[in-house]
C-alpha cells in the first residue's frame, strides 16, 4: 500500500512567523491537498530559552488568515497522534524512549563535558587552526564521555547527579548519501558532521531527535523545510539509520532561499523594500520591534500566497494569477528552484491590484464600507448603489482597497480646497466664464447622463470659441478639487445634476468670478 501523504509544517515558537515560514507552510498544504493528504501544524517548543510568548497563536492566526489550514494539529483542533506541542509530548517519554535505544546500540553516548570544557576544546583545535572545530569521532576521544570514561566512572557520574547529554555516535569517513526531491542526491562525508546532542541535560530532545521521532510517530511521509536544514540532514540520515527506520524516513525537500530584491543575500525581516516581511502585524516582546503585517497593509491573503508561490516554484506556462485550486491542482515539488528566490517587491503589489480587479463592485463596496464609516462619521451618508458606482470607477488605478479614501473623497465630500498648480495654469476671465456658462447650460438639461453632459460639455465650449481641452482639466478641479481621477463625466453623471451645480456655483463664489 502507498504511504499516505501526509505534511507537517514544524515551527519552533521562536518569533513570528516570516513570509519564508509561511511560504514553506504554503508548499505543505498545496502538496498534501494535492494528494489528498493531510497537513498537520506541529510546534517544536524543546528550545525554552527562545521560547516567545504570543508567537504560537501568531503562527496559528497567520495560517488561518492565508486559507492555509491544517487539518490536524496545534490549534486545529489536535487529532490522532496528540499532543502536538513538543514540550508536552516530552512530558510522555517519547523522545527519551528512542535516544535511549540509540545508546543500548551503541550509536549514542553519555557526554559530561562542562560548557568550560567545551569551550576549552574549541580553543584548542581553533589554536591548531582547525577550520571548523567540533565534537566528533576524533575530538570525542579527548573528552568527558561514556566512549572514554569507564563504565564505573560513567555509573559515579551519574549517581551523583552530574548533568550529561546524549551524542550521536557518528562513524568517521564514510559517506552518507541522501536524496532530496529538490535537489537530487546529496552526498557528504561523515568527517564532516558533528556528534549532535540529542538530548538536552534538562531531559529536553534537541530539534534533531525530536523531529526525527515526531515524523516516525506521526506517519510523516514528506519533510519540507528551508534550505538552511540541509547540513543537518546527514545526521537525521544516520539517526534514522540506527534507529532501523530508514524505510520509514520522510522523503526529504529543502527550499530555497528568499532572497532580497537585489539577489544579494537572504531576505532579512528588517527588509527596506517597503514591503511588509510578516503575514500580520507583529510585536517582537523581546526585541520591542514591530513589523507590519500583509494583512494590515491591505493585502489580500489569496493575492498573498498567489505571490508566494511562486517564488521557487515555477509550474510552467505564463499564467501567474492562480486560485488555491488551481495552485494545488498545478503543484509539485519538483518544479521547485533549487536557486534562491528574488523578492519582488512591485510584482508583489500588482499581484493585489489583479486580485482586486477581479473583485465585484459590491464586494469592493463591502470591503470600503468600514474604511467610509470611519471617514465620514455618519456624515454625507451614500447609497449602497452609490458606492458600488465609485468602486467601478476608480478601482483600475488601485492597488489596494485603503487606497479607495484617497482617491474617492470628493465623491463623498464636496471640495474645500482646489489644485492651485492647475488654477494658476487654466484659470483666465475665458476659462472662467465658461464654469459660469456650463453650470447654466448644465442647469436646463433634463436628463444628466455622461453622454449628454460631455455633449453639452463640448458644445458649451465651442460657443465660447474654446477648445474642450483647455477647460476640461480646470472643470475637473472645480467639481472635484483635484486635478485627476476616472472618467471625468462619470464623475458627473454619479454626483448628479444638484451637486454638480452646487459645486460649479461654490468654485464660482471662492474664485470671485
Ligand atoms: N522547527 C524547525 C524550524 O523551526 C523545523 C524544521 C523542519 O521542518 O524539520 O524550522
Known amino acids: 500500500m502507498e504511504k499516505r501523504v501526509r505534511l507537517r509544517f514544524a515551527p519552533s515558537p521562536t518569533g513570528g512567523l516570516h513570509m519564508g515560514g509561511v ?17 498537520i501544524l506541529r510546534i517544536e517548543d524543546t528550545d525554552q530559552t527562545r521560547y516567545v510568548n504570543g508567537a504560537e497563536e501568531y503562527i496559528i492566526n497567520s495560517l488561518k488568515w492565508c486559507g492555509i489550514e491544517p487539518n490536524e494539529g496545534v490549534g486545529f483542533g489536535d487529532g490522532p497522534h496528540a499532543p502536538y506541542r513538543q514540550s508536552e509530548r516530552k512530558e510522555l517519554g517519547i523522545y527519551k524512549k528512542y535516544a535511549d535505544q540509540l545508546i543500548a546500540a551503541g550509536h549514542a553516548y553519555y557526554a559530561f563535558d562542562t560548557s568550560e570544557e567545551l ?52 562513524p568517521r569517513n564514510e559517506e552518507i548519501r541522501f536524496h532530496d526531491i529538490i535537489r537530487g542526491w546529496v552526498v557528504v562525508n561523515s568527517s564532516q558532521v558533528d556528534d549532535k546532542v540529542l538530548l538536552k541535560s534538562d531531559g529536553m530532545p534537541t530539534y534533531h531527535l525530536a523531529h526525527i521521532v515526531d515524523d516516525i510517530e506521526m506517519q510523516v511521509s514528506h519533510a519540507v523545510r528551508g534550505e538552511e536544514w540541509l547540513p543537518s540532514a546527514p545526521s537525521h540520515v544516520l539517526i534514522y539509520r540506527y534507529l532501523g527506520l530508514e524505510d520509514k524516513m520522510p522523503l526529504l525537500a529543502h527550499l530555497p532561499l528568499i532572497l532580497k530584491p537585489d539577489g544579494n543575500g537572504k531576505l532579512s525581516k528588517r527588509d527596506k523594500s517597503g514591503l511588509p516581511m510578516f503575514p500580520l502585524n507583529w510585536y517582537d516582546e523581546r526585541t520591542k520591534e514591530s513589523y507590519v503585517g500583509y494583512r494590515e497593509s491591505g493585502f489580500f491573503p489569496e493575492a498573498f500566497i498567489n505571490m508566494l508561490a511562486l517564488l521557487g516554484w515555477n509550474p510552467g506556462g505564463n499564467q501567474e494569477i492562480m486560485s488555491k485550486e488551481e495552485l494545488i491542482n498545478l503543484f509539485s515539488f519538483e518544479r521547485v528552484n533549487k536557486s534562491g528566490a528574488k523578492f519582488d517587491p512591485e510584482k508583489t503589489k500588482w499581484f493585489n491590484q489583479q486580485y482586486l480587479r477581479q473583485k465585484s463592485d459590491a464586494e469592493l463596496a463591502t470591503l470600503f464600507a468600514p474604511i467610509l464609516e470611519e471617514k465620514l462619521k455618519g456624515e454625507n451618508q451614500k447609497s449602497k448603489e452609490f458606492i458600488e458606482n465609485v468602486c467601478r470607477l476608480i478601482k483600475e488605478k488601485a492597488h489596494f482597497v485603503n487606497e479607495f479614501w484617497d482617491n474617492s473623497v470628493y465623491f463623498f465630500n464636496s471640495p474645500t480646497s482646489y489644485d492651485v498648480d492647475v488654477l494658476k495654469k487654466r484659470l483666465n476671465e475665458q476659462t472662467g466664464l465658461f464654469i459660469k456658462e456650463i453650470a ?26 474654446l477648445g474642450a481641452g483647455q477647460v476640461m482639466q480646470l472643470f475637473r478641479v472645480s467639481i472635484s478639487g483635484v486635478g485627476g481621477g476616472p472618467a471625468l463625466f462619470e464623475i458627473v453623471e454619479l454626483l448628479g445634476k444638484d451637486e454638480i451645480i452646487k459645486r460649479l456655483n461654490a468654485f464660482l463664489k471662492s474664485n470671485n468670478i
Open 23 to 39: 511560504r514553506t507552510a504554503l508548499f505543505c498544504y498545496l502538496f498534501a491537498k494535492k494528494h489528498g493528504g493531510d497537513f
Open 119 to 170: 569551550d576549552a576544546m574549541r580553543k584548542r583545535l581553533e589554536a591548531a587552526k582547525v577550520v571548523a572545530p567540533q565534537y566528533n569521532a576524533v575530538t570525542r576521544q579527548t573528552m568527558r564521555n561514556s566512549l572514554t570514561l569507564s563504565e564505573d566512572e560513567v555509573k559515579k557520574l551519574m549517581d551523583a547527579g552530574t548533568p550529561y547529554v546524549i551524542r550521536l555516535k557518528v
Open 440 to 465: 447654466s447650460a448644465f442647469s436646463s438639461l433634463s436628463s444628466f447622463t455622461a453622454a449628454e453632459t460631455e455633449a453639452t460639455f463640448k458644445a458649451t465650449a465651442e460657443k465660447l470659441g
